[in-house]
Antibody
Framework: EVELVQSGGGLVQPGGSLGLSCAVSGFPFSRYWMHWVRQAPGKGLVWVAHIHIDGKLTTYADSVRGRFTISRDNGKNALYLQMNSLRVEDTAVYYC?????????WGQGSLVTVSS | DIVMTQSPGSLAVSVGERATINCKSS????????????LGWYQQKPGQPPKVLVYWASTREFGVPDRFSGSGSGTDFTLTISSLQAEDVAVYYCQQYYTTPLTFGQGTRLEIK
């Protein structure tokens, strides 16, 4: 059974930092691109970042480039998102997600609230 | 990036009636190498992550009721709920995975009339 279990998140002041993790099991993690997607309160799903299978190629949405860093550890079957210089508009539920043989799999979500 | 345009934004349907949601992509999602459309449909209920209903545009996920069906090819796709049930109240999204970045429709909020 495929599982993506997230940890991290919480309340942080503007300008602060926070890290998210996503522990993966049930499929060959090292063979698949991984993604972070976020959902602001009452809004739709928006892609944030993705990472190639070897971890060397990463791409970011314009809104987070230079502040967020996506990484992975294929030995630990884990995906990470380090978020720095957080802004109020980064407040959202963050999901790790991937597509395996056409099926999308999602973590349970991590709430990040940026507020003073 | 591929733009996904979903319609309508909201929909109210009576229990037992048909609900239809449309999704249009800015470029074809059909792969010539495997003849598959890289399009999925998701259901999201409050406080939950998206749940896959249909993938490859028309393959129903295990355990999803057969009242849900996906159709279409290329750039135009449809999710149909043949006989709406109360538990189908949710927001529905289409997603393309033909190329990165993943992109999503704006969502359709489905309610009971």
């Amino acid at each position: 059974e495929v599982e993506l279990v997230q940890s991290g998140g919480g309340l942080v002041q503007p300008g602060g930092s926070l890290g998210l993790s996503c522990a993966v099991s049930g499929f060959p993690f090292s063979r698949y691109w991984m993604h972070w997607v976020r959902q602001a309160p009452g809004k739709g799903l928006v892609w944030v970042a993705h990472i190639h299978i070897d971890g060397k190629l990463t791409t970011y949405a314009d809104s987070v480039r230079g502040r967020f860093t996506i990484s992975r550890d294929n030995g630990k079957n884990a995906l990470y998102l380090q978020m720095n210089s957080l802004r109020v508009e980064d407040t959202a539920v963050y999901y790790c997600t991937t597509v395996v043989d056409g099926r999308g799999y999602w973590g349970q979500g991590s709430l990040v609230t940026v507020s003073s | 990036d591929i733009v996904m345009t979903q319609s309508p934004g909201s929909l109210a349907v009576s229990v037992g009636e048909r609900a239809t949601i449309n999704c249009k992509s800015s470029q074809s999602l059909l792969s010539r190498s495997n003849n598959k459309n890289y399009l999925g449909w998701y259901q999201q209920k409050p406080g939950q992550p998206p749940k896959v209903l249909v993938y490859w545009a028309s393959t129903r996920e295990f355990g999803v009721p057969d009242r849900f069906s996906g159709s279409g090819s290329g750039t135009d796709f449809t999710l149909t709920i043949s006989s709406l049930q109360a538990e189908d109240v949710a927001v529905y999204y289409c997603q393309q995975y033909y190329t990165t970045p993943l992109t999503f429709g704006q969502g359709t909020r489905l309610e009971i009339k």
